[in-house]
């Protein structure tokens, strides 16, 4: 329900199809499976530029010329390494708990370095000040979020490494090795196509946020909360888990059945803007076929079981729940594109905040000059008010 002068309008459970504001970021045009950043189709930009390319251009609007890549590839660079402040308190952040929440130690911890650098409220600050603190925020999220896991596991923090791109420099940080090319480029494919997909609920929560005039960090970390969730970034490693629950091509009919007869999602597939597949979850099908062709004989079954699944789960949703159009999405294949790269699970989630993070920052910094608060109504359900207050 919505207000239009004093009166309200009804609208669609989770503001589906809602228009909510302006942007000229990107969209995603659903009926089509198309997407884009700016003017250019991400799907394109995933195969043909790098990921500090498109991070350029979600900064300053424009893809950058070739004086222009060094110098802010080196700005990121620098940006990476944590902040004093936060390393002495990184590993009681990552310890913890009984149970290891990446996500939640990534609040926690960009909440400590917002105030460490005394963020201001977006509407006090100056345009200038709001893109460095954006930058900042991009660049130290992969190095915090891989310090966290290390930690974890019992492994002390990597510092960044200069010489290497945002997509190397995250496969170094996370598995401590020499990033292969083939994963590096793999991964960078993967960061690219993920920066941002429209009025998410992740990327609405941060632009509710900002709206309020909040500081960039109260809004990203609103963000992270928002996307912690297993219907949106929290699926690749369960999508990875259902592999392993069907287990053998013969089983993938029955379990398949089963879940739907259950009312269960199936993890992998389905969106709530695609009406057809998935375009990114098609650019990582491609890529893991790629991976495939230098994995071992356990990585040329997991796709081959992978692309297997996809076309069972496909058939049958398509024969059980005709018209509905339910297709592969991106955590389907992303979860196996990072298991190929040596990504583990427990970092699948993480590894999808580290290009999103990008997106968020570009969508808290577009409004930043409105002064209008986002305040919807909500229809009151409960008892018929006033009633008299009872006696103690």
């Given at each position: ?92 952040i990552?310890?913890?708990?009984d ?35 954006a ?15 290390r ?19 995250w ?5 401590g ?11 960078e ?13 992740s ?23 928002a ?6 970034g ?14 053998s ?28 597949e ?14 495939a062709?230098?994995a071992?004989?356990?990585g ?48 699948f ?6 290009s ?37």
């Open positions: 329900m919505a207000v239009v002068g004093n009166e309200r309008i009804d609208v669609p459970r989770g503001l589906k199809g809602v228009v909510v504001t302006d942007t000229e970021l990107g969209d995603v045009r659903g009926a089509e499976g198309f997407y884009h950043y700016r003017q250019y189709s991400a799907i394109e930009l995933a195969g043909t530029r790098s990921f500090e390319d498109v991070w350029f251009l979600f900064v300053h609007g424009r893809l950058p010329t070739a004086e222009e890549q060094a110098p802010f590839a080196a700005e990121i660079a620098r940006l990476r390494v944590l902040p004093e402040e936060l390393r002495p308190v990184l590993r009681s990552a310890l913890a708990g149970r290891f929440d990446p996500l939640a130690g990534l609040r926690t911890a960009l909440s400590l370095v917002g105030a460490a650098r005394n963020l201001p409220p977006l509407w006090e600050s100056a345009p200038p000040r709001r893109a460095a603190d930058m900042l925020i991009g660049a130290v999220t992969p190095t915090i979020l891989a310090a966290l896991h930690i974890r596991a019992g492994a002390e923090p990597l510092e960044p490494r200069a010489d290497l791109c945002t997509a190397a420099n496969l170094h940080l996370v598995t090795r020499e990033p292969e090319p083939v994963q590096v480029a793999a991964i494919r993967y960061l690219i196509a993920t920066v941002d997909h429209g009025f998410n609920a990327t609405f929560t941060a632009r509710v946020i900002a709206s309020s005039g909040a500081d960039l960090v109260s809004a990203v970390a609103g963000a992270i909360g996307f912690s969730g297993p219907l949106h929290g699926a690749p490693d369960r999508a990875l888990e259902a592999l392993d629950e069907i287990g091509p013969e089983r993938i009919d029955a379990w398949v059945r089963a879940r739907i007869g259950a009312g269960e999602r199936i993890m992998g597939f389905g969106h709530a803007v695609y009406r057809t998935d375009p990114r979850a098609v650019m990582l099908a491609a890529i893991a076929a790629e991976l062709e230098q071992d004989a356990q040329v079954e997991l796709v081959e079981f992978a692309a297997a699944v996809h076309r069972r789960v496909t058939g049958i949703l398509a024969e059980l729940k005709p018209g509905r159009e339910l297709h592969v999405n991106v955590e389907f294949y992303a979860g196996v594109v990072m298991q190929l790269c040596g990504i583990p699970r427990s970092m989630t993480p590894t999808f905040a580290v999103r993070v990008i997106g968020w920052c570009a969508n808290i910094l577009e409004p930043a000059e409105d002064t209008k608060i986002i305040r919807p109504s909500a229809r009151y359900t409960g008892p018929q008010p006033p009633q008299p207050v009872p006696g103690a």
